[in-house]
């Protein structure tokens, strides 16, 4: 992380208070209020008390002493009233801002261009943000909120401080009677001997939070691994197996107790840095408050003070000494976390590359769409190698496209192209003739519903997961979960289509098998009736006999949609009336099952050969 400097600092928080103002107009105003709170309790009871005091020395009248007595009671209760009621609106007001500040990034990881969810860099951008906050006790945004109030509160007490100040300084001016050069000697010291202190404590301050900084920068890795074996590897039942199996245990152990004795090292240095800032900063109001009494001390033995004056200005400069230290330690605690309200911008910050056009798609009542990859190659970003290469196809919709080839040709890649996950690196694709970067994204994505290998079923109830909705038609859930194969596991739940899938946050919720999971996607991508149905290797969390089930029911499952089906399972694509196999990239074949296994050179009938027990059980 590089260094802020004081530009940085300025322009990083003043985008961070705009992002407060523009959530709600009334949380800047309202931290004001507060902070004028702050500074009238800190203030009231010695502006009355000194006037008392002044009052008792000229033995003014007794309704005189009992007004100003009254007034410091009533003032003080009044101000501890407001500010109780203040503090409940921005408690609740930060809170609230703390959770939006988290959905926004929630937001952009779930809208950021595709290729981003698969970028290292990105994904450890994000976990960087969430462990700074951790690691810096609530850090970034949330902290800038919470300390708003306090710098305001503390700027005010230390601009009413430096007016006593001067007040004070005024009033020196008879110190050495006759001796005006003393005088103002004496106060070029005083100040002098002031200045000097803050000074030095400052620079002190911001080396410890340099350190405390760099301490937060090397526990983020740690956090990062312990939070990865704890919530990834210990909970998950997938490693439960091999850690016992295997007997990992004592390996596992050892490395989460140098893990854990790292972190608590680092974490104890990081106290200690910041006991010692405090020290440091007590120091300085120590320093501060006993110059200032002296001199206070004997300018009341000379005279030049009244009682009150005394009262009043060793309570405003105790103010100012205790404030000036908060306001030491605040400012240096926000130079580091401009740091992570940098980090928090910069990723909510990365731009969408992808060209989003406007043309809708056509709304054909006869679905007529053609789809073409006219040269397309591509490499994933970052990558050197071309995982398509020069590959062209059309098809027409109603047709029932297999893609096949052997594991790493390309064929979900394929499919990622189709549904513009990502752009090709050369060539185009083209929908009905035009370039499909010309046609809204949102509305280009819906002529497909896709059931990728890697699918994800989502802990919530069965129909929402079905639908991708709360709200959503019952009747047409059931239905795709019948076509796909699970209307007889659908009828035996009590709950039905409200009953939740997996444990993981209902202890009513319901375990499924890796099948019921596949069958369950399928249905979710005929839910969405949608011109394309992409099924990409569906059948391979199946056992061999829901398998043909599916292969059987294609036609009837997928209806008059255009499929693109993908596998490594010849057998599984015999159905289709147009294969195409993709090697290293590249079309290689194109035709019917027949018209490939004539080809006895080629590829399809080698990969055929080879996979001839699954070929037998399909026939
Ligand atoms: P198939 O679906 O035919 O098994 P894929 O299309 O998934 O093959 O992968 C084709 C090639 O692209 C493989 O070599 C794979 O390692 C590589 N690949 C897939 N996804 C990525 C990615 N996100 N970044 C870099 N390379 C990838």
């Known amino acids: 992380m590089h260094k802020i400097t004081v530009k940085d600092f300025l322009k990083i928080n003043f985008r961070g208070l705009k992002l407060i103002y523009n959530r709600n107009k009334?949380?800047?105003?309202?931290?004001?209020?507060?902070?004028?709170?702050?500074?009238?309790?800190?203030?009231?009871?010695?502006?009355?008390?000194?006037?008392?005091?002044?009052?008792?020395?000229?033995?003014?009248?007794?309704?005189?002493?009992?007004?100003?007595?009254?007034?410091?009671i009533a003032g003080d209760f009044l101000i501890r009233i407001?500010?109780?009621?203040?503090?409940?609106?921005?408690?609740?007001?930060?809170?609230?801002?703390?959770?939006?500040?988290?959905?926004?990034?929630?937001?952009?990881?779930?809208?950021?261009?595709?290729?981003?969810?698969e970028s290292e860099k990105i994904q450890n951008q994000k976990r960087d943000i969430d462990e700074m906050v951790r690691t810096h006790d609530g850090g970034g945004m949330n902290f800038l909120y919470w300390r708003m109030t306090g710098v305001i509160a503390y700027s005010l007490n230390l601009i009413i401080a430096v007016v006593y100040m001067i007040q004070i300084i005024n009033k020196s001016r008879g110190l050495f009677t006759g001796s005006p050069v003393k005088s103002a000697l004496s106060s070029i010291l005083f100040i002098a001997v002031i200045i000097l202190l803050i000074v030095i404590t400052m620079k002190r301050v911001k080396q410890l939070k340099e350190k405390i900084f760099h301490e937060n920068e090397t526990l983020i890795p740690v956090y990062r691994e312990m939070h990865w074996y704890v919530f990834n590897c210990l909970e998950k039942e997938s490693y439960g197996k091999s850690i016992r199996l295997f007997h990992q245990q004592p390996l596992l152990e050892k490395h989460l107790k140098d893990l854990f004795s790292e972190g608590s090292c680092r974490s104890i240095r990081k106290g200690k840095l910041n006991e010692k800032m405090q020290r440091i900063t007590g120091f300085l109001q120590a320093g501060l408050l006993s110059i200032i009494y002296?001199?206070?001390?004997?300018?009341?033995?000379?005279?030049?003070?009244?009682?009150?004056?005394?009262?009043?200005y060793a309570g405003s400069i105790s103010i100012f000494a205790n404030y000036f230290s908060e306001w030491v330690y605040v400012?240096?605690?926000?130079?580091?976390?401009?740091?992570?309200?940098?980090?928090?911008f910069d990723f909510l910050d990365i731009p969408n590359k992808k060209y989003e056009g406007s043309l809708p798609v056509e709304k054909r009542d006869d679905d007529r769409f053609e789809l073409e990859f006219r040269n397309v190659s591509f490499k994933y970003p970052g990558t050197e190698e071309y995982v398509l290469k020069n590959f062209s196809i059309h098809f027409r919709i109603g047709e029932r496209?297999?893609?096949?080839?052997?594991?790493?040709?390309?064929?979900?890649?394929?499919?990622?192209l189709l549904c513009r996950l990502y752009d090709p690196t050369e060539g185009e694709?083209?929908?009905?003739?035009?370039?499909?970067?010309?046609?809204?994204?949102?509305?280009?994505?819906?002529?497909?519903?896709?059931?990728?290998?890697?699918?994800?079923?989502?802990?919530?109830?069965?129909?929402?997961?079905?639908?991708?909705?709360?709200?959503?038609?019952?009747?047409?859930a059931a239905g795709a979960l019948m076509r796909a194969g699970m209307g007889d596991t659908l009828?035996?739940?009590?709950?039905?289509?409200?009953?939740?899938?997996?444990?993981?946050?209902?202890?009513?919720?319901?375990?499924?098998?890796g099948g019921e999971a596949q069958k369950i996607a399928i249905a979710r991508a005929l839910y969405h009736d949608s011109p394309f149905i992409i099924l990409d290797e569906p059948t391979a969390a199946l056992d061999p006999l829901a398998e043909y089930e599916v292969y059987s029911n294609f036609d009837a499952l997928v209806g008059t949609k255009t499929a693109v089906y993908i596998s490594h399972r010849l057998s599984s694509c015999q159905f289709c009336n147009?294969?195409?196999?993709?090697?290293?990239?590249?079309?290689?074949?194109?035709?019917?099952?027949e018209e490939l296994v004539k080809e006895k050179d080629k590829l399809y009938y080698q990969l055929w050969n080879t996979q001839a027990q699954y070929y037998h059980k399909g026939q």
């Open 26 to 72: 009334f949380s800047i105003p309202l931290s004001v209020f507060d902070a004028v709170l702050i500074s009238l309790s800190s203030y009231w009871n010695f502006w009355f008390l000194a006037r008392l005091l002044d009052h008792l020395a000229v033995n003014a009248d007794f309704s005189v002493i009992i007004k100003d007595a009254a007034l410091i």
């Open 82 to 117: 407001i500010k109780c009621i203040t503090d409940h609106f921005i408690f609740h007001d930060g809170s609230l801002f703390w959770e939006e500040c988290n959905i926004y990034l929630n937001e952009k990881l779930m809208n950021m261009d595709y290729e981003y969810m």
């Open 294 to 312: 002296l001199y206070l001390g004997i300018m009341a033995i000379k005279g030049l003070l009244s009682v009150g004056n005394v009262v009043l």
């Open 331 to 344: 400012l240096a605690e926000l130079t580091t976390n401009t740091a992570y309200v940098k980090a928090y």
């Open 401 to 416: 496209l297999a893609v096949v080839g052997r594991n790493g040709s390309g064929k979900t890649t394929f499919i990622k």
């Open 429 to 476: 694709i083209l929908l009905n003739g035009i370039d499909i970067r010309k046609y809204d994204y949102q509305e280009y994505l819906s002529l497909f519903s896709v059931v990728f290998q890697d699918f994800k079923i989502l802990s919530m109830p069965l129909g929402e997961n079905v639908a991708a909705a709360s709200d959503y038609d019952k009747e047409k």
């Open 491 to 513: 009828s035996k739940l009590e709950k039905g289509l409200d009953t939740v899938l997996y444990t993981d946050f209902d202890t009513e919720g319901i375990d499924i098998s």
């Open 578 to 593: 147009d294969i195409i196999v993709i090697d290293h990239g590249q079309l290689i074949q194109r035709g019917s099952h």
